[in-house]
């Protein structure tokens, strides 16, 4: 006891907890500095880029209670907590305070703070964080999740929908139209009903006959005059197909023929209302395509829904988001509350870039970005997926094999360094100028921003391959199969979900990749859509690049700002949708 | 049980699936030579560009001269890269004073101090700040940052300048340099930080003095990694440093050692590697001509440096790796 209480009175201890304290509390500050001065940043930009700065108290306000309020309450309904109620109006309420009297304690000591005010620092400094918070707790329950997974089918749906309907902005529909009726619909045919017979020859059939069709309908292409119209074809080739699928997929859940049938019908009715409806930036017709990947899976998603009867009060939410935005505009409009005026409007995605601030439009670069993103998909999904399993099951360890699997590992973790500035001049001397695939174009563009983000796929689907539990393998090649059937049957199958989250993660940063592009010559602006692959066309990037040399005001805390969101936004649902793959994938296993 | 499923299936091994088998197996080679030829192409393309600029500008010029003007104006054409070396310095010592000391305190406080609930939430949000794309760093830097720093600590800074760049490319390496140490500092045997608290030390101690340094080669080298990832960067830099190839003035202190001002180069246009690059390519990119050449030289020689740099950083993780 004496000895203890000897070193406690020497005043020792103190001194070095008092360091260590402060270390500890400096470190922490050090985690926190970078990301809290994005988070300032990023609502910089989002205050910008919808004139935050314009929105009068009471237009905040009344949709903070008409939108907002509704939505936390839906959230804390669905979480059930009485202890997750409090904190969150303990949060609200004492941030409310809390942030007023900082921020106007800021505003008369130090300095005013420019563009914000006080509800607009509220609403980022603490409505945001409340809300991801009781977002997170309500979709862990089966309200909440019931009520969100019927907000992402259609948005989702009609999301993918869009970028494939905008894929035939530049490739040929008709030429499309050739090789599904006469490739992959005999194929699909012939493997579904070699499936159903259990002749497994058969089904193998189908593959050679896909290929024949498809050389067919490159040749017949040029020889074949007449056509169908456009959403015709558009039916044809997505409407029939996404509403048979929805049928089958409903169907396979044990339901009854006639519930099955209903959900093809309905998402068939709805593909067949696009034929009727029209749009200006998408392709002639292609809004049956749009219509049928919105209705399909949310028609999938209701009727499994009422099937399982889990979380039906969770279906209220969309009328509940729905009826708020109109009950909030009806306020606004009765009471003439001055509304901001965004940059970021549905004009701005759907219209062409202008010298002119307000008419400024991002679609062109949107159409870019699209088609770029999806060749490299394409690309480095196969090359990165092909060079993984090389690495990881058919290679040896040992001898010369292994010496050059060696190389190739270091190889890719080097490549994976290489500035990205350098593949642009890889893509300008290779592809550009020696193979002529012409400065600029989408070809050239894909084909380089898919060797930049190779390395990452491969290094992503490796990690994948190598996480499948190697009894499985065993246990394939013990009855028999060989390296590839076992590789094709067991191992891509189980490793699937990890290749897609790594592929679409490696493809949020080909998205946002500027700096090959001026390298091979990429437009900044280009006023209309691209016609075909081999023409110069914009991304989304290049043309904020293009943007933030304008001097004027409205462009640099306007358009750009716009543009800025627009491509947060798209990155943040790509690695939304990597993160949901992920977590399907670990609540499978 | 039928007799199908008992009777051993010699198809397997019949000449169709041994073809099949060996074509797929040459896919997947071919999948991955893809990846080597990526290296080989990037290194003709690079050379064989670069070789035609060293036949029409002496490699001396291009080592020591101290002007930088691709494009003749009035006088001739000198492709010196010593300004540009000093904008790529600029900049990526600056982002280094940033993204170091930040970085390394985010490491020793996820590995050492952080509960695991705060660790999974404070992680991915660092990832993000490497997941922004550049041009977007960019834009705030010109946009929010200069007028920020203008109309606060510094109103001499000009509208592009390398500070402000410079402060983006150093919050953008922070999860660079402290995913990789925290790996390192992860790797720590607990016994080594038992022995410690049971020496008497505290955490701080144990954490400074006993984790820091027996991670020390993984540390190393996301140093090495971040400072190479600054030196390639390129939109941040574009977007907001300007673009002029300037020398800054070499002043005399006491005792006549020469220094230069932080000032001079840190408030004012500056042009990097990159940044004379990305130029060149706004303006010429049909072949053939010095400019067009010189842009490959640049690329080359950042290649080379970031590839050593890489290199390096594997030796000091591999060698000096303390082995438990």
């Known amino acids: 006891m004496a000895v203890e209480r000897d070193t406690a009175d020497s005043g020792f201890g103190e001194v070095s907890r008092i360091k260590g304290i402060a270390f500890r509390y400096l470190s922490f500050g050090a985690s926190v500095i970078g990301i809290l001065a994005l988070a300032a940043l990023l609502v910089y930009v989002f205050v910008d880029a919808f004139d935050l700065a314009n929105a009068s108290p009471e237009w905040l306000l009344t949709y903070f209670l008409t939108l907002v309020a509704p939505f936390i309450g839906f959230c804390l309904y669905s979480a059930g907590d009485r202890e997750l109620l409090g904190r969150t109006v303990l949060a609200l309420g004492g941030g409310l305070l809390g942030t007023a009297v900082a921020f106007e304690a800021i505003e008369l000591l130090v300095r005013p703070i420019p563009r914000l005010t006080w509800p607009v620092a509220y609403l980022f400094v603490v409505a945001v964080p409340v809300v991801g918070y009781v977002l997170f707790a309500g979709a862990q329950k089966p309200v909440g999740r019931t009520g969100f997974g019927l907000l992402g089918r259609p948005v989702g749906g009609a999301t993918l929908g869009t970028a494939v309907a905008m894929l035939f902005i530049v490739f040929d529909m008709r030429l499309w139209f050739l090789v599904y009726t006469l490739g992959i619909f005999p194929a699909g045919l012939v493997r579904a009903y070699g499936g159903l017979r259990g002749a497994g020859r058969l089904a193998g059939l189908s593959v050679p006959i896909g290929v024949v069709g498809v050389v067919a309908a490159a040749f017949l292409r040029n020889v074949i005059r007449t056509y169908p119209t456009s959403p015709l074809i558009f039916a044809w080739t997505f409407g029939v197909p996404i509403a048979f699928a929805a049928a089958t997929l409903v169907g396979s859940r044990g339901a009854s023929r006639e519930s099955a049938a209903a959900v093809g019908v309905v998402s068939l009715v709805a593909a067949g209302l696009g034929t009727t409806l029209g749009s200006s930036a998408l392709p002639d017709g292609s809004t049956v395509l749009v219509l049928a990947a919105t209705v399909a899976p949310t028609a999938t998603y209701l009727h499994r829904t009422v099937e399982s009867g889990e979380g039906l009060s969770g279906l209220a939410l969309p009328v509940l988001l729905g009826g708020g935005a109109l009950a909030g505009a009806a306020i606004v409009g009765a009471f003439g509350i001055p509304a901001p005026d965004p940059w970021l409007d549905p004009g701005f995605v759907t219209e062409a870039p202008s010298r002119n601030a307000v008419e400024a439009g991002l679609y062109p670069a949107i159409v870019g970005s699209v088609i770029i993103i999806a060749i490299v998909a394409l690309l480095s999904f196969v090359l990165g997926v092909g060079a993984a399993v090389f690495l990881e099951e058919y290679t040896a360890d040992t001898g010369i094999v292994g010496g050059i699997t060696r190389i190739i590992q270091i190889n890719i973790a080097n490549l994976a360094a290489v500035p990205s500035v350098v593949y642009g001049l890889l893509g300008l001397g290779l592809f550009a100028n020696l193979l002529g695939f012409g400065f600029g174009t989408a070809v050239t563009a894909s084909l380089t921003l898919s060797l930049l983000i190779l390395p990452i796929t491969v290094i992503s689907a490796q990690e994948a391959i190598r996480s499948v539990p190697n009894d499985l393998r065993q246990a394939s090649y013990g009855m028999g199969a060989t390296r590839w059937q076992t590789t094709k049957n067991v191992v891509l199958p189980e490793a699937l979900p990890g290749i897609l989250t790594g592929t679409i993660l490696a493809l949020g940063r080909a998205i946002g990749e500027t700096a090959p592009l001026i390298m091979i010559g990429a437009a900044t602006t280009v006023f209309s859509a691209p016609n075909d692959v081999w023409s110069r066309f914009s991304a989304m990037p290049m043309q904020i690049f293009a943007w933030s040399d304008f001097p004027q005001a409205e462009f640099r805390y306007g358009v750009v700002a716009a543009g800025v969101v627009t491509l947060l936004i798209v990155l943040l649902s790509m690695n939304a949708t990597a993160i949901i793959i992920r977590n399907k994938m670990e609540r499978g296993t | ?324």
């Open chain 2, 1 to 324: 049980m039928s007799s199908g499923t008992e009777a051993p299936d010699l198809q397997r091994s019949s000449g169709i699936e041994r073809i099949k088998e060996t074509g797929y197996g040459g896919v997947f080679v071919a999948c991955a030579a893809v990846t080597l030829l990526t290296t080989i192409a990037i290194f003709v393309t690079l050379l064989s560009d670069a070789f035609a600029f060293f036949m029409q500008v002496p490699a001396t010029e291009f080592l020591f001269s101290t002007e930088w003007s691709p494009n003749p104006l009035g006088g001739g054409q000198v492709f010196g890269i010593v300004p540009l070396v000093i904008g790529t310095l600029t900049v990526t010592i600056t982002a280094a004073l940033i993204a170091i000391p930040i970085g390394t305190l985010t490491a020793i406080y996820l590995s050492e101090y952080a509960t695991s609930r705060l660790r999974s939430i404070l992680k991915p949000m660092l990832e993000v700040l490497a997941g922004i794309p550049t041009v977007v760093y960019g834009y705030f830097a010109l946009v929010y940052v200069t007028p920020a720093l203008q109309a606060t600590l510094f109103p001499q800074m000009s509208t592009f300048n390398a500070l402000s760049a410079s402060l983006m490319v150093g919050i953008m390496t922070i999860p660079m340099v402290s995913s990789i140490s925290e790996d390192a500092m992860s790797a720590v045997p607990d016994s080594l930080r038992q022995a410690g608290y049971g020496l008497g030390a505290t955490k701080y101690e144990v954490s400074t003095g006993i984790v820091v340094p027996a991670s020390l080669s993984g540390i190393a080298s996301s140093y090495i990694l971040a400072i190479s990832r600054a030196i390639g960067e390129t939109m941040i830099v574009v977007v907001a440093m300007g673009a002029q190839a300037n020398m800054p003035d070499v002043q005399r202190a006491i005792l006549g050692i020469p220094y230069i001002h932080p000032g001079d180069v840190l408030f004012d246009p500056g042009m990097t590697i990159t940044v004379s690059m990305v130029q060149i390519a706004g303006s010429d990119l049909t072949g053939g001509t010095v400019p067009y050449d010189a842009m490959f030289a640049l690329g080359l020689a950042l290649f080379v440096v970031t590839l050593i740099m890489n290199v390096l950083s594997d030796l000091i993780a591999e060698r000096y790796r303390e082995e438990y």
